[in-house]
């Protein structure tokens, strides 16, 4: 988590005192629970919130404490201890560190959850908002990097809102699952406290019980979330990928926003780079990087362990703060993409005609010739083109053995451009729900 690619609303989620803030609630809101069994006196309870509740806690403290203790839970129920006075001997009573430690993370990650959907609803917006922009333009279609047939640019970005409406609906799903609380005590058997309080808890986090503990959440919650983080990173590098390529000198259908005063190489001036999508195919690899640990991290000892810990004090925030950053680069970079429409008839026309190649095909198949030899007069009129020696509807036309099956109108009506287009809007009805 460097200050280059972190926006201040998702580093805060992790900073220190929002993490002590969420420590405390998690305690007091405990000690309320504690409180209405009888476990603890009410007015121990209400004195924890009332000198607690708007304390800005001292992270040098804390650390200072932690650096004897070698605990830092119990670093902050000292430091804590210093703010409430006597009553603070009823905080965490019949508690573990990982009921503190563990719904705190589910909150954090909630939280980033939070802002994440939002980042996706942004860039869904713009994707859509171009995509409606371009939705009758064509361009060419490429498989293997060739050209193939042709689509709509609409259909690119068609293709990129399918995609990022999925990862929504992942990224819900994965919010839902990892918003759970354990306050179950030692081994997570309730041995010490009152299952009804970790049920007033989790009402009072936004979060719902943890069904079995074992002193630690299951890290397969965990697992499964930063693994939709890393798909969501993949789907992000595929559409950054594609604007890079449409940017490269002899393709150029479409290029990132060059700004005035920007610069794109420190030798040669003329440079324009397609620096933002590159910044985020390196990001995403992060992201993704990111996946490997938490899935180690399910695999724990017994009850628990911490090898674990570690892991997710880099990860949690890291992974976080990352996919923010791009997520909300990439929607800026859809909102100012440059598209080229005539460059991209330019290479649609570039072949000759060849993209047209699997009409001819179908067209001599359902005039008697077998796929076979149709293929095969297709292909040998189009080898040619493909070398630059002529154009592929006249050498058709001037082909008897092709003549023998269509007349010169019926080849030419395979080359009909808006035959590729009908379906345009079936899909965009499939995709955004209208035309």
């Not at 630690?216 to 559409?239: K, N, Q, Y």
């Amino acid at each position: 988590m460097i200050p280059r690619y972190t926006r201040p609303e998702m580093a805060s989620i992790w900073e220190p005192q929002t993490r002590f803030k969420i420590w405390f609630e998690i305690e007091a809101h405990a000690a309320d629970a504690q409180a209405e069994l009888g476990v603890i006196p009410k007015q121990a309870a209400e004195t924890i919130w009332a000198k607690a509740k708007d304390a800005t806690f001292n992270v040098e403290r804390i650390d200072e404490i932690e650096r004897e203790t070698r605990h830092d839970v119990i670093a902050f129920l000292t430091h804590l201890a210093e703010i409430v006075g006597p009553e603070a001997r009823f905080v965490h009573q019949g508690m573990t560190s990982s009921d503190v430690l563990d719904t705190c993370f589910n909150v954090q990650l909630t939280r980033a959850a939070d802002i994440l959907i939002a980042d996706i609803d942004k860039l869904l917006g713009a994707l859509k908002t171009r995509a409606f922009e371009h939705k009758m333009t064509p361009t060419i279609g490429r498989s293997h990097g060739i050209h193939a047939e042709p689509v709509t640019f609409g259909l690119k970005l068609a293709y990129a809102y399918a995609e990022f409406t999925r990862a929504k609906e992942r990224l819900t799903a994965a919010r839902k699952e990892i918003a759970t609380c354990a306050i179950s005590g030692a081994v997570g058997t309730f041995a010490q406290i009152d299952p009804r309080v970790e049920e007033h808890v989790a009402r009072a986090m936004g979060l719902t019980p943890e069904p079995v503990s074992t002193q630690v959440i299951p890290r397969d919650r965990h697992a499964m979330f930063f693994a939709t983080l890393g798909v969501i990173a993949s789907s992000m590098e595929r559409l950054a990928i594609e604007i890079r390529h449409l940017q490269r000198t002899e393709v150029l259908e479409a290029e990132e926003f060059f700004s005035e005063g920007q610069k794109g190489s420190s030798a040669m001036p003329h440079k324009r780079n397609p620096v933002l999508t590159e910044n985020i195919t390196g990001l995403a690899r992060m992201v993704r990087g990111y996946v490997t640990p938490a899935l180690e991290n399910v695999a724990l000892w017994h009850e628990r362990d911490i090898s674990h810990s570690s892991a997710e004090r880099m990860i949690g925030p890291d992974a976080t703060v990352t996919l923010d950053f791009a997520l909300n680069r990439l929607a800026s970079v859809i909102d100012k993409l440059l598209i080229y429409p005539a460059t991209m008839q330019k290479n649609l026309d570039r072949l000759g005609g060849l993209v047209h190649s699997q009409r001819v095909l179908i067209a001599l198949t359902q005039k008697g010739a077998s796929r076979e030899d149709a293929y095969k007069l297709v292909q040998r009129n189009a080898m040619p083109v493909w070398r630059g020696e002529g154009d592929f509807q006249a050498l058709l036309k001037n082909d008897a053995d092709v003549t023998k099956y269509l007349t010169a109108a019926e080849i030419a009506e395979q080359f009909d451009l808006n035959y590729h287009l009908k379906h345009v809007d079936t899909i965009f009805k499939r995709v955004f729900g209208s035309a």
